[in-house]
């Protein structure tokens, strides 16, 4: 039988601050009902501490027991031996100290430095305890879910979340996906932050599919018409969904630089010669550099500049075969028509999420080359802004959010220091701009960079190196390993870091309809509402 909040599972029989407690389990709490990753409240003799069992074990009062176990064919004799002879114990990690039995007038919680006495009565959190910690959902804090087994509500801090960089991680098919949107909505709803998502699949503009790919659900747009518009590279792809987009992109050849080539080096099979080729021509032909490269057809003519920017003919081939899968994408064109970071900007100074759908452009050029290229230029705008915003003592620009998917081909080892996502990470909101990672390959990602992610949500992850990667620098590594390693295989996550007091493993909400009437009034409602503006208007 599952354990209900509060109830009494046993007592601290030894520990230590650094490997955490030991509680000995009550003859009446059962081995089988205790789960790792749930919480408990440890009440000390002056001090109440919430903690998380990070591990289960058996143990006998006498060793003999394990050599020559009893016969349990009567019940009467296994009941005896449980309890007595025979006891389940758990490792308990404290992490804050809360009010509670030891000093019901205290509230709110501290990181726990000490901790709980022998013989210590060990139970269930309950919601009071909970919430103590983690808060109640109100203008700031949105509920994210619940704690594994256990029917309280666990909310995040969305002010403190856009505070840093954070990343989600999880292979495919856990549910990182439906969470990224549920989070963006809780930022949109709980920060004052905007966010501009890069949407490599289109799953958060104007809907998207669940896991197993049988049903559309809602994006940001149909949810909150009013606060999100959507960019499309594809337009056509956004009309078959029904959606009109609010701008549709187009970036001519003069916005790419060689920087951005030098990024895109591995998925156009550029040389390196290549690439400094390409840094030849920018000085030769300026911003038009690729659309007078691509002109080039006269033997003559190529010879002569080849020569003149001593470039080999090879060399030559291999930039013309990378800049001509450049040139087939169709949002690329010679003189692109408006101004898309312009347009993007005003969006966001009008306190609108922008949400940049890439229809038919899945490929990882189309998304590296625009992702990054936008969020350079909107980058640059908003150092501007904040640098002016410093010296003339007025208003900085609103915080804004970047959200990226694929984030390890941008921030590798190899190109981190060369995109703009590896500096706003390292820059910690320097100039009011964080990022929010999506991955399942974490341990692709810089080390440097993953050290400067604040928070951090991760599913089940079945490689080694990735969960090494996703718990560096986190202390109390080793017991939040067991219980990563405990998650589901869908809808489990473990939350830790900056915006959370205590690591948290939890079932992210379901997101259906009975999600989106959270933010959506009913016809009822609408009309009650209504009623009672004409009351306080007319009387």
Not at 20 to 37: C, I, P, Q, Y
Not at 355 to 368: A, H, K, N, P
Not at 462 to 476: A, F, M, T, Y
């Amino acid at each position: 039988m599952t354990p209900t909040n509060n109830q009494r599972l046993g007592i601290v029989t030894g520990g230590s601050l650094t490997r955490g407690v030991e509680v000995r389990l009550d003859s009446s709490a059962s081995v089988e009902d205790m789960v790792v990753g749930r919480y408990v409240t440890i009440y000390g003799r002056k001090q109440c501490f919430l903690g998380m069992i990070t591990d289960i074990s058996l143990g006998v009062v006498d060793p003999r027991l394990t050599i020559t176990p009893p016969d349990i064919s009567d019940s009467f004799v296994a009941e005896v031996l449980t309890g007595t002879s025979t006891y389940g114990t758990l490792q308990v990690t404290p992490y804050q100290v809360i009010g509670g039995q030891a000093d019901a007038k205290t509230k709110g919680s501290q990181p726990v430095k000490t901790i709980p006495s022998h013989f210590s009565e060990v139970k269930l959190a309950s919601q009071d305890e909970f919430e103590q910690v983690f808060g109640k959902e109100d203008e700031e804090r949105f509920h994210i879910g619940n704690p594994l087994d256990m029917e309280i509500k666990l909310c995040l801090n969305m002010e403190r979340f856009v505070e840093r960089s954070s990343g989600i991680f999880g292979k495919s098919g856990t549910g990182k996906t439906f969470f990224t949107r549920q989070l963006l909505i809780g930022m949109l709803q709980k920060s004052k932050a905007v966010n501009l998502i890069f949407d490599m699949h289109s799953e958060y503009g104007w809907k998207g599919t669940d896991e197993g790919k049988q049903r559309f659900v809602k994006g940001l747009k149909q949810l909150f018409p009013s606060q999100v518009a959507v960019f499309a590279l594809d337009e056509k792809s956004s009309l078959r969904k029904g959606l009109t987009p609010d701008f549709v992109v187009r970036i001519g050849y003069d916005e790419i630089e060689p920087a951005v080539m030098a990024l895109l080096r591995q998925t156009l099979n550029l040389t390196e010669p290549a690439v400094n080729a390409v840094y030849e021509l920018h000085r030769r032909f300026g911003k038009n550099w690729l659309k007078n490269t691509l002109a080039l057809k006269g033997v003559d003519e190529t010879k002569d500049l080849l020569g003149e920017l001593s470039i080999h003919e090879s060399t030559f081939q291999n930039l013309k075969r990378g800049l001509a899968k450049l040139s087939r994408l169709g949002f690329l064109q010679p003189q692109a028509s408006g101004d898309t970071v312009g347009r993007i900007l005003g969006y966001l100074e009008q306190g609108k999420n922008v949400v940049l759908e890439f229809g038919r452009y899945q490929d990882i050029t189309s998304y590296m080359l625009v992702a990054n290229l936008l969020s350079r230029r909107i980058y640059d705008r908003y150092q501007e802004r904040v640098e002016v915003a410093m010296a003339e003592d007025s208003a900085k620009p609103t915080p804004l959010v970047i959200s990226i998917e694929e984030a390890h081909k941008f921030l590798n080892p190899e190109v981190a220091s060369q995109t703009i996502f590896g500096r706003i990470a390292r820059e910690m909101r320097k100039y009011n701009v964080t990022l929010l990672v999506i991955d399942q390959r974490p341990s692709g990602i810089d080390d440097e960079v993953m050290s400067q992610l604040g928070s951090k949500i991760a599913f089940s992850l079945d490689n080694d190196r990735d969960i090494d990667s996703v718990l560096s620098g986190v202390s109390g590594k080793g017991e939040l390993k067991t219980v990563l390693a405990k998650l589901a295989s869908k809808q489990q996550a473990l939350i830790f870091g900056y915006a959370v007091p205590m690591p948290v493993s939890f079932k992210p909400c379901d997101y259906g309809e009975t999600y989106y009437r959270r933010f959506t009034p009913s016809k009822t409602d609408i009309t009650k509402q209504a009623e009672q503006d004409i009351e306080e208007l007319w009387g």
